[in-house]
């Protein structure tokens, strides 16, 4: 019974539960830009597009990746992510473009709760954004 129970609890302690975010700065030729248009959704102050590109000049500033576990305690959408908002403002960006998407067997997510462990399986998934800066015309 111990023996479980310190295989649960080092489950639960080893599991990682929230967003992690890492940004990535853009260094480079061809870092203004003007795009074709795509859809969008703002949120946070922030425009997250989930497809193209701002249709209007913008420069890149780097890329944000984000992972996070769909069935952990800290659920959350990645597009319209106050945490995300906050970092590329931050950052002086004015809006996330969406680059890719993987989703990747994460393991599992336990609980111990009146003596009972429940251990749920939960998936990783990772978005890369570029962060970007309107520039007006």
Do not use: C, H
């Not at 959350?76 to 990747?104: E, H, W």
């Amino acid at each position: 019974m111990l023996r479980t129970l310190t295989m649960a609890l080092a489950l639960v302690i080893s599991s990682p539960v929230s967003a992690k975010i890492e940004f990535a700065a853009y260094d480079g030729p061809g870092a203004v830009q003007t795009g074709l248009g795509g859809t969008k959704i703002t949120k946070n102050g922030i425009d997250f597009w989930t497809t193209g590109s701002p249709p209007r000049r913008y420069r890149i500033l780097g890329n944000l990746l984000d992972r996070r576990y769909s069935q952990s305690m800290v659920k959350g959408d990645t597009v319209g992510s106050s945490k995300l908002a906050k970092r590329a403002m931050q950052l002086g960006g004015n809006a996330l473009i969406v680059m890719s998407q993987t989703q990747i067997d994460g393991g599992a997510v336990g609980t111990f709760n009146a003596g009972v462990f429940t251990a749920m399986p939960t998936d990783k998934t990772m978005t890369i954004f570029q962060v970007v800066q309107y520039i007006a015309d």
